[in-house]
């Protein structure tokens, strides 16, 4: 209660403070007068009385004073006063504000924007209720050498019945790299191939996702056999169907198959982190064959990933119970020489992947830049505070605590901070829209990336932090300034005392080193990619390469010769256009993502109880590296008789011939095959490919005739070799030849080739451009800050300077003297930074190529980059010294 | 020559306020002259130590002020005891003279 009134009395002589006033002024009048009434009536004359009284009670003004300032309500009236003070002030140097303000915005706004991506990728929870207890369950193939490879359909089975640790666990299929999972739609307007994911009935319930309208798929749509039934999603709903909630029980032609729409999902629904998501159709596993599946499940309760993998490892040998006796010992052998082992990893890390490395670096540099961005501001703080050293003495002589005063400074750092963080929040959503621009566009998550709450609170936190920072440097040496010194040292002053630029000197040091730092990682990130980019990855001008898949439904074509037939026609078409020196079509593209694995036999070198490690596949139609641009290294390529008739050929890159026969044409005319009993010749081998982009090994491939593969046929990868590549009137000419065989057939993954080898070094040079932004802010604000520093000492030193010209000191040696302080300076933070760069530049190691983080030349050369850049920022103030006129000089100040 | 008015025991201001207006209230000068007289002129209060206790008592809801013609036609700010403050004062004299009572045996202790 007594808290409340308190409050209230406080409100109301803040907002009502001349009468609040006025009724103490009469209060104590009244007493005054009262007193003084008394000493009259013993015959005092009025004047001695109101002197007496004043003696005896003390003055008038000072009671008032210290009633006033006891109350809460007085220190909030104190803030606000200094408040307005600080506005004034900086309102006063408009120069200083500036910069002060934009240096901090361009280091708050960049520190803003880089945790937003942080947040939206790292931080933020995944949109599934309970999103911690869902894991993807993949399995590694140590005898293979093969690692995180998904599941067959009996591993879901036997997952699904005999489980301890899952509460349920739903298979998925989403389809590999550039292949992606899709169906042909018709009969709703023009054809179109609309990206799919065929689900088991457990997925979505897993994802705790209900749908909007009708219902989610149950395990009667699994059945071979049931009615073919799909779900949409809300976007496909809206866009072809207007939001029509009478949908449901509607059919729609997929792949030339009427399917029943049962379902809607709700706008809020995305699966994992795939993007354009049309349609949602049963997964069927009893129809499926092969490790193409991909797997997540929801963990009971309380369990931990350990105990779920342990489950699965327990799991996995029951696979070979209900399989038929002859397959057994099989199944058996492949368990053991596999060496099959569960492959668990949350759901949120599944779909992060690696990229949590390079953003927490970057947003670490990023943070450097804040830094020095602090220690510039607080060097100006520094510069100004020295410059009002004399009003702070009169504040100080006049009865202002040191402790009011410090908080005064203080307060302005903060008024600083805040208005540099509004702007840099401001600068953020522009660098945003940049960042997310400059990402590889595989950055997973990249449309969950924002500015949120989290976000706004982060900037609010660091523009505090970032105030008190740099405001604290001043009231530490300031505030407490005594009267006497600070009253006499603004006379005319002996030469600037050492222990006034200590402060400054160490912040200059502080941001050199940390530049260097910041300038160390870019270099070595320049040198990774230059190593990259020299790395021949097999294939040659890949931007003169167009890629494209075509979708031919299955219903569509029921035999495999009728398809061969109808890609051949297509790719007749596509050679009459003009301009196409060479074209082809196989069923994947190097560097796609889409390329098989799987065991390869040599003839001869089966070992018993070892399996083969797997090797890279591709199907190919004779003239693909011709398209390619992979030259041979022995042999022949394959013919169209090889690729018609299924020859028993095949091709082979250049270091697989070479591990198992030394001599690439040693090579040819060996067996190998896919099964344990090799029969394929090998009639070519061809260069190595960096299928996996040129930072990795280039893996061992195979190249078998297409009509080796049957499943590869209706989604052929067609390559086109011509200087047009890229082009909207070459790809508009090649749809046009696509739908003279066609007029149905939609296209996708429309790429050159040189797209696909870019997106290999994607992740490389985004941190090499974000680095390198990081390094040269960090340079510039270094190099200003120097510039600032010696620029001050030159004006402070210009007394000095006057009477060393007097004493016939010459131009050079003044300009050697402030050269030199410079040199002092950047070489101690250069000495800094290169031993934290030292330390940390192994932090970047993992994402390194060609080059060790300890790289003596990017050290050097940044360096001698950075030296000469301080010499230049203390180069300018050298000269304003050097043209000192000693008489001018010695009558300054 | 009298003697020098004696400080006040620290924090024993704010009870005498409230044992002055407990027996009548009335305006800040009349407090510090009860205060004088009944004290035989030990205490002399100081007039911003006297508005500054007045103030806090009035803000912790014990004393209630409130603005009144003087004898001679001047205006005047009257404060009396509220029934918090007059539990206040009941607790605060118990709790004083226990402590007086206390420190005395220390004190005549040999």
């Known amino acids: 209660m007594s808290l409340f009134r308190n409050f209230a009395t406080g409100l109301r002589s803040l907002f009502r403070k001349n009468q609040v006033d006025r009724e103490l002024d009469e209060e104590l009048g009244a007493y005054m007068e009262m007193e003084a009434a008394e000493k009259m009536r ?22 008032k004073e210290l009633v006033r300032s006891s109350s809460w309500e007085s220190v909030v009236e104190n803030c606000w006063r200094d408040l307005r003070f600080a506005a004034r002030m900086l309102r006063k140097s408009p120069g200083f504000t500036t910069v002060a303000v934009l240096t901090l915005a361009l280091g708050i706004g960049a520190t803003t924007a880089m945790f937003s991506v942080v947040d939206g990728v790292l931080l933020r929870p995944l949109p599934y209720p309970h999103q911690e ?10 005898g293979i050498n093969q690692f995180n490879w998904p599941l067959r359909p009996p591993d879901y089975f036997t997952f699904r019945e005999q489980s301890r640790t899952f509460e349920d666990i739903g298979l998925y299929f989403t389809g590999f790299g550039a292949a992606v999972n899709s169906v042909n739609v018709t009969g709703l307007g023009r054809p179109e191939n609309v990206r799919a994911l065929g689900v088991t009935d457990g997925v979505l319930p897993i994802l705790g996702v209900t749908p909007l309208l009708g219902r989610s798929f149950t395990r009667a749509d699994d059945e071979p056999g049931s009615s073919d039934t799909v779900m949409i999603t809300y976007g496909y709903w809206r866009s072809k169907f207007g939001g029509d909630s009478s949908v449901i029980g509607k059919t729609i032609d997929l792949d030339d198959k009427p399917s029943t729409i049962i379902g ?31 797997a997540v499940a929801r963990l009971k309760p309380g369990v931990t990933l350990a105990e779920a993998s342990a489950d699965v490892a327990r799991m996995l040998p029951m696979e070979v119970q209900g399989v038929p006796a002859a397959e057994v010992q099989l199944g058996l052998k492949w368990l053991k020489e596999s060496r099959i082992a569960p492959n668990l990893q949350p759901l949120k890390q599944y779909i992060i992947g690696d990229v949590d490395k390079v953003l927490w670096i970057l ?17 100006l703080l520094l510069v100004k505070v020295e410059g009002r050293q004399q009003e702070l003495a009169i504040r100080a002589a006049l009865g202002g605590s040191p402790a009011r005063i410090a908080g005064g400074l203080l307060l302005e750092s903060l008024v600083l901070a805040v208005i540099g963080g509004a702007l840099g929040l401001l600068f953020a959503y522009g660098a945003l829209r940049v960042l997310i621009a400059l990402a590889p566009s595989d950055l997973p998550r990249l449309n969950d990336i924002g500015i949120d709450g989290l976000v706004l609170l982060f900037t609010l936190g660091v523009t505090m932090v970032a105030g008190l920072l740099f405001g604290s440097m001043l009231p530490l040496r300031y505030a407490g300034v005594g009267v006497g010194t600070g009253l006499r040292e603004t ?4 030469s600037a005392s050492r222990e006034r630029h200590r402060a400054r000197n160490a912040l200059v040091v502080i941001q050199v080193g940390l530049a260097l730092v910041l300038l160390v990682s870019s270099g070595l990130m320049i040198r990774t ?9 097999g294939f040659t001008e890949p931007a003169q390469v167009q890629t494209f898949r075509v979708h031919i439904p299955p219903a569509m074509v029921k035999a495999p010769e009728r398809l061969v037939r109808m890609d051949q026609a297509i790719l007749d078409h596509i050679e009459a256009i003009p301009g196409v020196s060479s074209a082809d079509f196989s069923q994947a593209v190097p560097m796609d993502a889409s390329a098989d694995s799987g065991p390869l036999f040599v003839k001869d070198r089966i070992l018993p109880g070892q399996l083969s490690p797997a090797r890279r596949f591709f199907w190919i139609s004779p003239s693909f590296f011709r398209t390619m641009g992979i030259p041979f290294v022995a042999g022949r390529d394959l013919t169209w008789d090889d690729v018609l008739n299924n020859r028993p050929v095949a091709i082979v890159s250049e270091n697989l011939a070479r591990e198992y026969w030394h001599d690439p044409s040693d090579a040819l005319g060996k067996q190998i095959g896919r099964g344990p009993k090799p029969d394929r010749q090998i009639v070519g081998v061809v260069v190595d490919v960096y299928n996996d982009g040129t930072s990795q090994k280039a893996p061992a491939a195979v190249y078998w005739p297409l009509t080796d593969a049957v499943f590869s046929l209706g989604q052929p990868a067609f390559a086109i070799r011509s200087g047009r590549a890229g082009s909207q009137s070459f790809m508009s000419e090649v749809r046009q ?13 429309v790429h050159t080739l040189d797209y696909y080898y870019r997106k290999s070094t994607a992740s490389v040079s985004f941190m090499l451009v974000m680095l390198s932004l990081a390094g040269g802010m960090a340079l510039l604000l270094g190099a200003i800050g120097l510039y600032g520093v010696i620029a001050y000492s030159v004006s402070q030193r210009t007394h000095e300077i006057g009477i060393r010209m007097a004493l016939g000191g010459q131009g050079e040696d003044i300009l050697r003297l402030i050269l030199g302080q410079g040199a002092m300076l950047a070489l101690i933070g250069v000495a800094i930074g290169i031993a934290a760069a030292f330390g940390l530049s192994r932090f970047l190691s993992s994402l390194l190529y060609g080059v060790k983080p300890t790289d003596p030349l990017t050290f050097l050369g940044v360096t001698i980059m950075l030296v000469l850049v301080t010499q230049l920022a203390c180069y300018i103030p050298a000269r304003r010294a050097m043209r000192v006129d000693p008489m001018v000089a010695l009558r300054y100040e | 020559m009298p003697e020098k008015p004696s400080d006040l025991v620290q924090g024993t201001l704010d009870m005498l306020i409230l044992k002055t207006l407990a027996l009548e209230p009335t305006h800040g000068y009349g407090i510090s002259v009860r205060i004088e007289q009944m004290s035989k002129g030990v205490f002399r209060l100081n007039a911003g130590s006297l508005f500054l206790a007045i103030q806090r008592l009035e803000r912790d809801g014990l004393i209630d002020g409130e603005w009144k013609p003087t004898e001679n036609n001047r205006r005047a700010r009257y404060y009396t005891l509220t029934a918090k403050g007059r539990k206040r004062l009941n607790n605060e004299t118990r709790e004083w003279g226990r402590q007086v009572a206390a420190i005395g045996r220390i004190l005549e202790a040999s």
């Not at chain 1, 013993?42 to 009671?63: C, F, H, I, N, P």
């Not at chain 1, 207890?133 to 140590?142: F, I, T, Y």
């Not at chain 1, 006379?491 to 002996?494: D, E, Q, W």
């Open chain 1, 42 to 63: 013993q015959g005092v004359s009025r004047k001695d009385a109101l002197r007496e009284v004043r003696l005896e009670r003390g003055s008038l003004e000072v009671a």
């Open chain 1, 133 to 142: 207890r869902l894991v993807e369950v993949g399995l590694d193939l140590p």
């Open chain 1, 491 to 494: 006379g005319r002053s002996v």
């Open chain 1, 363 to 379: 947003m670490g540099g990023i943070g450097l830049v804040l830094l020095i961005a602090c220690a510039n501001v607080a060097n």
């Open chain 1, 529 to 537: 990619f230059h190593a990259l980019i020299h790395v021949q990855p």
């Open chain 1, 264 to 294: 809607v999902l709700p706008q809020s629904f995305r699966f994992l982190d795939m993007t354009n998501l049309g349609i949602l159709l049963p997964l069927r596993p009893r129809t499926q064959r092969g490790y193409n599946y991909f």
């Open chain 1, 737 to 749: 030849a696509v739908w003279s065989v066609d007029p149905e057939l939609p296209l996708s993954a």
